[in-house]
């Protein structure tokens, strides 16, 4: 805190408003700075959980290197307040050029060069010091504007900081994300920084500002506007240049939705892949393996009513309708722009045989968790067609309560089968999958094919599907009763790569890999997160 006396050793500022005035236009420019403040934090934590995954981490390390850099700049900045008007100047200009730039930078990094998490630090660092540096200047010009006591201006001074922080937390998720994207957005907040941070020294304090300070911060000032407008301009085109960088040449549909971005690359059939949030779905060079393996194993008994969650690419949902005694398909998608890409794209259509526009199946958009809270009907087959439970976002779906759920969706003979990740590369991640659905009351039975590893995050120099071979996926098939047979319907379908031997093989397979004693993850304490 600074005191009166510290606060006041460069005399009341000659100001071209009433004192109250100047006050109510500092404070605006609080208001302004903690809005942008917060969102370049929110779309370094946003940006992050998406190029590198695990959300909770990327958020504690962000938040947690930002505060403690916000200490050291508060520091720093006490060499400043002799000259506060100026150095606040050009603090907000470096803060609009470098919180501007970062989401690119980030970006950047993660297509061309494959990591991103030293950027990630070095930004959450840099923008940390100059927003923590910040707080003592303007403690000195708000006080130099308007004297009252110290207690007084922090209190105001903290108001609108907190004020702008809400606004900028609601506009990043609403407005700004939805709208502009993460490139853009980030771009123009930079900007709106450098304006905010501008006027408010060289109109309200520019009788304290000597005039070659003063053209310096003008100068300053345009410069980063003018290469943050550049950039603006030209995002779309790095943008593109960045996603071939990361996806190949042949990106054919690429939107973010309000749930994630969307990814569609190949020509045709044969050769299309799907990514979710930079992670491969869907390789129709062997999504036939995943497919089969999931889906027909637990179609071995009742199967008239089926439920699957997730499957919005309409893959699952197709293998099912392979039995024509199946008289009913609920398809549970969160997001309905893949829903909706299942049933228009015509390579992503022809591979799922049109399943989705077949009159048996009703596709619904919601969250699996909440929309099994208030199911009604019974099931006898429940396809768990989800991403990989190491992802943060989808571990309240892979928990012993998600589970309970899908306990009380099943008929008496029900059975449900889930993918719980690769048994072999993430074996904690896979058998805690397996002592959650026991938590429940649930008997899962394990199983593991050979196959590429679907979840596997974008980059250069990956190949699609990621690492292939004995990673392989991992499922478990689980009833209400007893562990069910691990086995195929008499009356199943001529299957490309699925043989009654390989699965029970499968079964024998992962068994040996058991890893006991493990605890099952729940809603208060998830556990997969132990392995990442």
């Known amino acids: 805190m600074i005191d009166q006396h510290v606060s006041l050793r460069g005399g009341a500022a000659r100001l071209p408003v009433r004192p109250r005035t100047g006050r109510y236009l500092v404070l605006a ?93 070095g930004f959450s660092l840099t923008i940390g010091i100059l927003i923590g540096a910040e707080v003592p200047l303007l403690m000195t010009l708000i006080q130099r504007v308007d004297r009252q006591d110290a207690g007084g201006a922090v209190a105001d001074l903290f108001a609108a900081d907190y004020v702008g922080a809400l606004v900028g937390g609601l506009a990043f998720p609403f407005l700004l994300l939805p709208v502009l994207g993460q490139l853009t957005g980030a771009l123009l907040t930079g900007a709106v920084n450098a304006a905010a941070g501008g006027a408010l020294v060289l109109w309200v304090f520019r009788r304290d500002v000597p005039a070659r300070s003063r053209w310096l911060l003008i100068a300053a000032n345009v410069t980063v506007i003018a ?10 085109d790095f943008e ?30 044969s050769s299309l892949d ?29 199967h008239a009513r089926v439920l699957i969650l997730g499957g919005g690419d309409g893959l699952a949902a197709r293998e099912v309708l392979r ?113 959650s659905m026991r938590a429940a009351g649930l008997h899962p039975r ?16 990956r190949a699609p599907g990621g690492t292939a071979g004995d990673r392989g996926w991992g499922f478990l098939l689980a009833a209400r009763g007893a562990r069910p047979t691990l086995g195929l319907d008499p009356k199943a379908p001529a299957l490309r790569s699925l043989t009654l031997p390989g699965l029970l093989d499968a079964g024998r397979r992962a068994e040996a890999g058991r890893l006991p004693g493990l605890e099952p993850s729940t809603l208060v304490h998830p556990r997969y997160w132990e392995e990442r």
């Open 323 to 435: 039995y024509p005694d199946v008289r009913s398909v609920t398809l549970v998608e969160l997001d309905p722009a893949v829903t909706r890409l299942a049933r228009t794209d015509h390579a992503l259509s022809a591979l799922n045989g049109h399943a989705l526009d077949d009159p048996r199946v009703t596709a619904l958009t919601g969250d699996a968790f909440t929309w099994l809270r208030t199911a009604h009907g019974r099931y006898d087959v429940v396809i768990s067609d989800l991403p990989d439970p190491g992802i943060s976002a989808s571990t309240k779906l892979y928990s012993a309560e998600f589970y309970g759920l899908v306990a009380e969706a099943l008929t008496p003979h029900g059975r449900v089968v889930v993918h719980g990740g690769p048994p072999v590369g993430h074996p904690r991640t896979y058998w805690t999958v397996d002592a």
């Open 446 to 461: 394990p199983y593991r094919v050979r196959g590429r590893c679907s979840s596997s995050v974008a980059g250069p120099g």
């Open 274 to 302: 799907l990514y979710l949030d930079g992670r491969l779905r869907v390789s129709s060079r062997d999504e036939y393996r995943y497919h089969e393996a999931l889906v027909h194993p637990a179609m071995n008994g009742p």
């Open 29 to 121: 420019a609080v208001f302004v700075c903690a809005a942008c403040g917060l969102v370049y934090e929110l779309e370094l934590v946003a940006l992050a959980s998406y190029l590198i995954g695990d959300s909770v981490t990327q958020a504690s390390v962000v938040l947690s290197v930002m505060v403690f850099a916000m200490g050291i700049g508060s520091l720093l900045a006490k060499r400043l307040r002799s000259r506060a008007a100026v150095g606040f100047g050009l603090i907000e200009a470096a803060l609009a050029l470098i919180g501007g730039f970062s989401a690119l930078v980030l970006y950047a990094s993660f297509a061309w060069f494959g990591e991103s998490q030293y950027a990630l630090v």
């Open 240 to 269: 593109r240049a960045a996603r071939r960088a990361v996806y190949g040449d042949q990106v054919r549909v690429a939107v973010q939705t309000d749930v994630q971005e969307v990814v569609l690359t190949g020509a045709g059939r």
């Open 227 to 236: 290469v943050l407008a550049t950039a603006a301009l030209l995002a779309d």
